[in-house]
């Protein structure tokens, strides 16, 4: 039986998010004879009420079965409760959302893996002689009202004081996943902060942000990591305006979410968690085959 899957996402605007829908439509490409996939997302990932009302709407439609990345921790509950409660199925892909009633979440450990940017950060630090008893750090957050971003932050946060507890840090920057924001300000930070040694920027956009603020200024001395990869992200890190970046599998959870969507309509059992994972990719293991497959899925 065929059955029409509507795949959410937080914006369209980004190469992760348009990485998880490529992972979707593999899906219906595969088994065309078991899906017929539907993709949406608003324009932005600070577009929150446009994703919202986009799942209203799909609620409305009466899919088969829905897959959603939520920006929102809150404002998509109603909506998913709804969508549980008449009989479609949901998943949630990235961000944990403030209810139980889903099938199945499939994502990164968030502070775990920011947690090895911080070590990673580290190692570079020593590797490269940087006196560290006195150096600072910034955190630029992508959106506040995203808890996946934010136990990135926290995960980055709570790692570096334990590991490196005489690093301070300077104010977070909220920037609401504006790069060009995010250039501004890091080219300003670094100008003003000698003592600037280390960013971390938790998403894609933020750190195509941050790689083009450390590339206008010139600066290769501040040691950056970023989440996800994209090809600008890619390019920083080979140049060394990035030092790292932490890579999930986004093609793995739309493919995956899409799977057990149609798994749950059928009745069949589903994992109520997934942990993808996040890999550090860093100037020394960009080329390793390994990696080129997951900054460039074609296929499972």
């Known amino acids: 039986m065929k059955y029409n899957i509507s795949v959410i996402v937080k914006a369209l605007n980004s190469d992760f998010w348009q990485t998880i829908l490529s992972g979707a439509k593999a899906f219906m490409r595969d088994y065309p004879d078991r899906a017929s996939v539907s993709v949406f997302g608003p324009p932005e990932e600070s577009d929150v009420l446009e994703q919202v009302s986009i799942l209203e709407e799909i609620v409305n439609n009466k899919p088969d079965g829905i897959v959603i990345a939520s920006t929102s921790n809150d404002l998509t509950v109603p909506a998913i409760e709804r969508a549980m409660a008449s009989g479609i199925p949901v998943v949630t892909l990235d961000n944990q959302i403030s209810t139980d009633h889903i099938v199945c979440f499939m994502g990164t450990d968030s502070r775990v893996a920011a947690g090895n940017a911080a070590a990673s950060m580290l190692s570079d630090w020593e590797a490269n002689g940087v006196d560290y008893s006195r150096g600072k750090v910034l955190i630029i957050n992508s959106c506040k009202s995203s808890k996946v971003d934010l136990d990135r932050d926290a995960g980055f946060t709570a790692k570096m004081h334990e590991i490196a507890p005489a690093v301070s840090f300077l ?21 003003k902060e000698p003592d600037l040694i280390g960013i971390f920027a938790d998403n894609d956009m933020t750190g195509v942000g941050v790689a083009n603020g450390l590339k206008k200024v010139g600066c290769t001395s501040v040691y950056a990591y970023a989440f996800d ?24 959870m739309g493919y995956r979410g899409v799977a057990y969507a149609i798994d749950a309509i059928e009745g069949k059992d589903v994992p109520s968690t997934v942990d993808t994972g996040g890999t550090v990719v860093t100037r020394e293991n960009i080329d390793a085959p390994e990696i080129k497959q997951l900054l460039y899925p074609e296929k499972l």
């Not at 996943?177 to 100008?191: G, H």
């Open 171 to 191: 104010e977070t920057q909220y920037v609401e996943n504006d790069p060009v924001l995010t250039e501004k300000i890091v080219a300003d930070t670094v100008q």
């Open 229 to 252: 990869a994209n090809d600008v992200e890619i390019k920083a890190v080979k140049e060394g305006f990035l030092r790292g970046m932490i890579v999930q599998k986004p093609f793995e």
